[in-house]
T-cell receptor, first 115, second 113 residues
Framework: GAGVSQSPSNKVTEKGKDVELRCDPI?????LYWYRQSLGQGLEFLIY????????KSGLPSDRFSAERTGGSVSTLTIQRTQQEDSAVYLC?????????????FGPGTRLTVT | QKEVEQNSGPLSVPEGAIASLNCTYS??????FFWYRQYSGKSPELIMS????GDKEDGRFTAQLNKASQYVSLLIRDSQPSDSATYLC?????????????FGTGTQLKVEL
């Protein structure tokens, strides 16, 4: 079946502009995660959605970052007033809603470059 | 101390050899453990998960877990050049937002002809 999809695959923006990154999880997966990966760094957790529960925003690095998930499916990560340190690959992952199953499946990522 | 630690490598092995990748974690209540493979410029791909102490085998891959030692490893038998990638260890901890994974920074594996 179709995997996690993300768009755009690449985004170049000027410092100070806002950007929106989109994630479409695997059909039927109720849990959705955003991570970012800077060059040579590990994956940094940003935010987690599970069904209709309040999202876990504990990884968002500043209030310039926000995310929403509409209809329990597609999610959008918004970065306002982008800074050069926001340049990274932003990865989305989804997980099925099955008890005892915790495997996450990643999308291809969006490479964000802030100039 | 990092929550999940991996040797960054590169780990070089000859084709056909066994590659052994190691990971230690700091939180004793960690419950679930995962190995992801990440090719350069690509996103992580799940290759193994292990939840219980002992070994779990899937084809050429074997994951080994020792919760008492807080250690998880991945063995790749009959290594192939196509196995050359960065291998990420990820750990899930129960409770307090326990459906998040914490990742190590990865070990780069190079399989040489």
């Amino acid at each position: 079946g179709a995997g996690v999809s993300q768009s755009p695959s690449n985004k170049v923006t000027e410092k100070g502009k806002d950007v929106e990154l989109r994630c479409d999880p695997i059909s039927g997966h109720t849990a959705l995660y955003w991570y970012r990966q800077s060059l040579g760094q590990g994956l940094e957790f940003l935010i987690y959605f599970q069904g209709n529960s309040a999202p876990d925003k504990s990884g968002l690095p500043s209030d310039r970052f926000s995310a929403e998930r509409t209809g329990g499916s597609v999610s959008t990560l918004t970065i306002q007033r982008t800074q050069q340190e926001d340049s990274a690959v932003y990865l989305c992952a989804s997980r099925p809603n099955m008890g005892g199953v915790y495997e996450q499946y990643f999308g291809p990522g969006t490479r964000l470059t802030v100039t | 101390q990092k929550e999940v630690e991996q040797n960054s490598g590169p780990l070089s092995v000859p084709e056909g050899a066994i590659a052994s990748l190691n990971c230690t974690y700091s939180d004793r209540v960690s419950q679930s453990f995962f190995w992801y493979r990440q090719y350069s410029g690509k996103s992580p791909e799940l290759i193994m998960s292990i939840y219980s102490n002992g070994d779990k085998e899937d084809g050429r891959f074997t994951a080994q877990l020792n919760k008492a030692s807080q250690y998880v490893s991945l063995l790749i038998r009959d290594s192939q050049p196509s196995d050359s990638a960065t291998y990420l260890c990820a750990v899930r901890t129960q409770g307090g937002g326990g459906n998040k994974l914490t990742f190590g920074t990865g070990t780069q594996l190079k399989v040489e002809l």
